[in-house]
């Protein structure tokens, strides 16, 4: 595999605001870059789409740029998310490119990267041609898009993966789905060789997790639901670990729910497999106490799980064991969540409280510490070979201007996104996006911020 | 209370209260005419969407008792049938104003999301393999009157008792509410069965004992058996009907004299009880159906009729609970 070389803005996107680019400058705000070595009182100047300068506070004088006055707020590298459901092609009722990359901007996002399990699944070469052309007319930031391992998603053929990977996907993945044959998995891990791709892996047994609705513990048994046991995630990490190592092949697995699947990936990388694994805000955040109230907010899958499960990710997540922090943002119609538990769509959407949600449930009560949480929120750029966002004099531009002083009610003042099943809905959070620039492109304001009254 | 969603939600003061009028009630039904106009006027619906003999037709004799109207829609041939959403099912029937909704349905937590789409009172006839609340409370009615006096008094608590609830406990509403109810009620709960079908985490939900056999099954004071479906078998839960039989069937060697025997039925006569202790002395089944009927009076009396004691130890003096009048008589 190779390393992390392409820009992010090699994917694909419509540019940031129209009209003639300006330097930008962003005075005396706190910048805040770990993998740049960077903390600390700045003027960050922005120019021809590259960080050109980070000057002492107040002294960059750049003539006819755009001037912040960004003293008291945050830039950090800005996020981006290797795990989106964009909902596109099919269910444009949902998402679509055009919200869902509105979304991860107003998240602080530049980047992210949308996965095939579309409808119908996004399997082919013209699929994925097709997507990438209306990224470059709809995308508010630069987009990414896996295609399936198997055709049509059904785990038994692959998918012709040598043209897709020519006609400009980053990746594949059957995310919705896991891959249940050890033989397909083995196969499209050594045609990975060929294509040199990431492969990126929703793990669960079916078998295990048959018509599971939640995890499978205390909470499952007081409900009465069916159970998702930590065992159908782990084992078949443990699997796919196995045959990445005999082919000496690159697995990225996604969505990491369970304290054993952690466990799993750890050994993994003891032991040199290369594998890259991801968490989610909601599961860093939340556990299966949530789903008491039969609230389907609280579905999905993996499912919340125990506050150690919680613990182990978040201790996962500082060691590095857990890479990067991915949203899984899974959008879905009102009509799909308005059912009984058992009966509704599983997911959350998760671009736009990514950050507020981490840093106020993490953050502020000392759990993790600022600085790691803005190295894994931007992490997810490296294991799909693009540099990771760097607020460094010489970088493209990707950045987040945030005020981690702004609270506000999740949802209140409505969303980007064309859905509204969010987790975080009327939590009361901290730490507000003012601002994102995405490969050189001022990407979104925040529109309070932006009409000067934050 | 306002709805009757889950075992969980109560109080003892509300179960307490339910069991108390549910008593005053059963004074009604010995009189000829057992009808009383608490309710006349007012309408309950019916909804069910799974299969139901005594629950479904218990609410319904027990709204009439009180003189409601009743509407009862079963999923079969109704406009859920033609994939209408429970949403848009509840909104029809809302269009008519009735006082209560009891509704049994596949899911859990089906009966809570009803709440939020209805001004009606609602009553969880079942939800999925979550509660069944009813069920709990007409159970501990017949347990309190079985019993017996305490000290010449009428018992109104289970302390001390131990209650084994034996069987397929994971797929079963009857035995979350059971525990929950009896426990709260002062007994101590064991629940047995194969631990296939027994729930990973059961006693840190639900606060009971788990074992494995029968072992140890002469320390009930009361046995309560759960209905074993057949196809647990296909899903690999239990190897054999025979096999679950030699293990978990209650029979009359295993159920001692002094045991009481219960089922929320319908019983499967040979799998989970031998046919004699069906029809045996200890068996409470009938009673817990006669029972049916005047706690479903009680809970429809209690959200559409009663209200909040009104002071501490309300619900001990039940001798304080105005009588029913029966219709006929004077008011």
Known sequence: MSAATRPISSLDWRGGEAGPERDLVLRGARVLDPRAGVDGAHDVVVRDGQVAELAGAGAAEVPGAE????????????????????????????????????????????????????????????????????????????????????????GEELTEMSEIADAGAVG??????????????????????????????????????????????????????????SISESTMIARDAQ?????????????????????????????????????????????????????????MNPPLRTEDDRRALIDGLRAGTIDCIATDHAPHSSDEKEVPFEQA?????????????????????????????????????????????RVAPGAEANLVLVDTEAEWEVGAEGWESRSQNSCFAGARLRGRVLMTVAAGRVAYRQRSFAMGVA | MRHLLAIEDLERADVDRIMARARSFAEVGRRDIKKVPTLRGRTIVSL???????????????????????????????????????????????????????????????????????????????????????????????????????????????????????GDVLHSRVARSCALCFRMMGAEVTVCGPPSLIPRGITEALGVEVAHDLDALGEADVVYALRMQRERMSESFVPSVREYVAHY?????????????????????????????????????????????????????????????????????????PAPTPIGEPA
């Open chain 2, 48 to 166: 069910f969407y799974e299969s139901s003999t005594r629950t479904s037709s218990s609410f319904e004799l027990a709204a009439k008792r009180l003189s409601a109207d009743v509407v009862a829609v079963k999923s079969a041939g109704s406009a859920v049938d033609k994939g209408e959403s429970l949403r848009d099912t509840i909104a029809t029937l809302s269009a008519y104003a009735p006082a209560a909704i009891v509704i049994r349905h596949p899911y859990a937590g089906a009966a809570n999301l009803v709440t939020g789409w209805t001004s009606a009172a609602v009553i969880n006839a079942g939800d999925g393999k979550h509660e069944h609340p009813s069920q709990a409370l007409l159970d501990a009615y017949t347990l309190l009157d079985r019993l017996g006096a305490v000290d010449g008094r009428r018992r109104e608590d289970l302390d001390g008792k131990r209650i084994w609830i034996v």
């Open chain 1, 345 to 389: 769509a599983m997911g959350t959407i998760g671009l736009e409280t990514a950050f507020a949600a981490i840093f106020t449930e993490l953050v502020l009560p000392g759990v993790l510490d600022l600085a790691t949480v803005v190295e894994r929120l931007s992490g997810g750029a490296e294991p799909f070979g693009f540099r990771a966002p």
């Open chain 2, 249 to 321: 069937q209650i029979d009359s060697r295993r159920l001692g004299a002094r045991q009481l025997l219960m089922h929320p039925g319908p019983v499967n006569r040979g799998v989970e009880l031998s046919p004699e202790v069906v029809d045996g002395p200890a068996s409470l089944i009938t009673a817990q159906v006669e029972s049916g009927l005047v706690v479903r009076m009680a809970i429809l009396y209690e959200l559409l009729a009663g209200g909040e004691p009104r002071g501490a130890g309300a619900a001990d003096r039940d001798a304080e609970l």
């Open chain 1, 172 to 229: 594949f993945s059957d995310d919705g789905v896991p891959i249940r044959s050890a033989r397909v998995m083995r196969r499209a891990l050594q045609y990975q060789r060929l294509v040199d791709l990431p492969i990126a892996l929703h793990e669960e047994d079916p078998e295990l997790s048959g018509r599971g609705s939640m995890h499978e513990g205390a909470v499952s048994a007081a409900l009465g639901i069916e159970g998702i046991p």
């Open chain 1, 67 to 154: 001037v912040v006055e960004a003293e008291g707020l945050s830039v950090f590298a800005a996020f981006f998310d290797p795990h989106v459901h964009l909902r596109t092609p099919g269910r444009e009722d949902e998402e679509d490119l055009e919200t869902g990359s509105r979304a991860a901007a107003a998240g602080g996002f530049c980047g992210a990267l949308a996965m095939a399990n579309t409808e119908p699944p996004t399997d082919s070469a013209p699929d994925v041609a097709a997507l990438r052309e209306r990224a470059r007319a709809q995308a508010t930031v630069p987009l990414g898009f896996l295609a399936c391992v198997t055709r049509t998603m059904s």
């Open chain 1, 243 to 299: 045959i990445a190592a005999f082919e000496r092949a690159r697995v990225h697995v996604q969505h990491l729910s369970a304290a054993e699947s952690v466990a799993v990936v750890e050994a993994a990388k003891a032991a040199g497999v290369a594998v890259s694994c991801e968490a989610s805000p909601h599961h860093l955040t939340l556990t299966d106490e949530r789903v008491r109230g039969l609230d389907a907010s609280f579905k």
